[in-house]
């Protein structure tokens, strides 16, 4: 999470609560990072607090300690998180449920923090089909691990994927929405450069349904890091959820599905 190379501080049209934050290339002074999650599975969740650090430092993220950090929902429920190691708070009571809306609230080092989030309903990942594709030159063929869902009517879901080959994590930012192909069955295929798939090959693919927020952060993550269907593209910052005193890092409500199988 350097100050200068904004895509390594991550781990999806733009709405009008996001913003972009600008940082000075050659000096900037450390920003917080906010990196929180509500999911559809089991609590507790957490929050991750820490700061950015020149580019020429190690990669050392200094943890934010002390902090009151709050997660509310709209029925009601509020949640104040315990910092169970440095700069890591975890909630106790509240649960991830599809429509309901969270709230967080950060005040560290005497600035307020606050973003929202509405977790989707789940679409359902039906199965993973594999599309083959040979590879130009040689005769290696690859396979594309195609999520089969089918995308409601409604328009406006968003996705975020993540891949892995016999336990070989992808490391892209792969993220879809519906402006294509609203209210049809998936055919797209998920790829990454330092993931190959072959025949014979274990893959798991987790789907997360996002809210629009979440997917123009990591949208723009993918084009920054080259991932993107530009082929990389400007650093900048990618827009986020936080209002209040600017802050990188995103907070997001989302649900998980996982399916595996064996590429064929």
Known sequence: MKNYIVIIIASFSFASCT???????NSASPQIVIEGNITDQPAPYTVKLSKT???????????????LVIISDNTGVVDTLTETISG??????ITGTQGNTYTLKVIAEGKQYNAVSTMPYKVNL?????N??????????TFGAVPLYLDP???GNSYRFF???????????LVSNDNVGNGTLNQNPLFSQDVEIHA???VKVTMCCIDVNTYNYYYTLSQLSGNGPGGGSTPSNPPNNITGTKALGVFSAYTMQIKTAIAQ
């Open 132 to 141: 083959p594709f040979a590879i130009p030159g040689s005769s290696t063929t």
């Open 19 to 25: 913003k972009e934050i600008n940082i000075d290339l």
């Open 163 to 173: 891949l892995s080959a016999n336990g070989k994590a992808a490391k892209s930012y």
């Open 200 to 202: 014979g090959d274990s």
């Open 88 to 93: 890591l708070y975890q909630t106790h009571s």
């Open 126 to 130: 039906d199965s993973i089909r594999f």
């Open 53 to 67: 650090v020149n580019f020429s430092e190690s990669n050392n993220y200094p943890p934010v300690t002390g902090a």
């Open 153 to 155: 009517v409604v328009s």
